[in-house]
């Protein structure tokens, strides 16, 4: 594939799925606006993370802080007009030089980590945006907070630097797209929930992936993470 078709069919990757999240929204009853893609590039290069952007997705989500680092960095990529997203787990070590780049930090999953980025920001005098990740399915192998203890980190004290927009999960490894529907709703439910007890309006619902991403907006998304779909004949 030469360079020329690599960007051709990243572009026409990118305006399907672009088109497929627009129609579950309207589906839904939302407005197309209400739905962000997030794209996920931790499959692909810096070159080839640049041609999705060239394609028009400015989002972009990584799953290892030295990887979105490296890519903010990247002469591919370093003049371009791209909000990171950070959603893998990440070691309260790599806090310091992944905060240069500005993320929106999806995969809050303990409260040393929630501290860790409290004391950061207060550091550098700057607001950091984030999600709490919850742990949907119950499954042990996965990372997140299950709901009581995200009720608690709710109602203490919130930390003066930190914006917690909302809530990030995933559907539990292997479950068919009706199951995860299910996931999706309990989620959007716990949000509820939880924004009632704390008074904090947690509008952002960051929840789909490339397999259950049409559930996912139908259930309330406001962020949807997806990667494979975006590099489809390209990896
Ligand atoms: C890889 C990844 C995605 C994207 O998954 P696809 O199925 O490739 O769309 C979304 N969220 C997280 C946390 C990921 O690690």
Known sequence: MTESQQRQRILENWQTVSEEVAQAATQAGRGIDEVKIIGVTKYVDAETTADL????????????????????????????PITW???????????????????????????????AIGEEATTNGEVVKILLEVNISG??????????????????DPHRWIQIDGLMAMAGLGTDQQTAGEQFA??????????????????????????????????GATMVRIGSRLFEGVM
């Open 85 to 115: 997203h950070m959603i893998g787990h990440l070691q309260r070590n790599k806090l310091r030089r992944l905060l240069r780049y500005h993320p929106i930090i999806h995969s809050v999953d303990s409260r040393r980590l929630l501290d």
């Open 186 to 219: 309990a989620v959007r439910r716990l949000r509820d929930d939880l924004s009632k007890s704390s008074g904090l309006e947690l509008n952002e619902l960051s929840m789909g992936m490339s397999g259950d991403f049409s559930e996912a907006i139908a259930e």
């Open 139 to 156: 499954d042990a192998t996965k990372t997140g907070l299950d709901p009581e203890t995200l009720r608690t980190i709710l109602n203490q």
């Open 53 to 80: 952007v060239d394609a028009g997705c400015t989002m972009l989500g990584e799953n290892r802080p030295q990887v979105l680092w490296q890519k903010a960095e990247s002469d591919a990529l370093a003049s371009k």
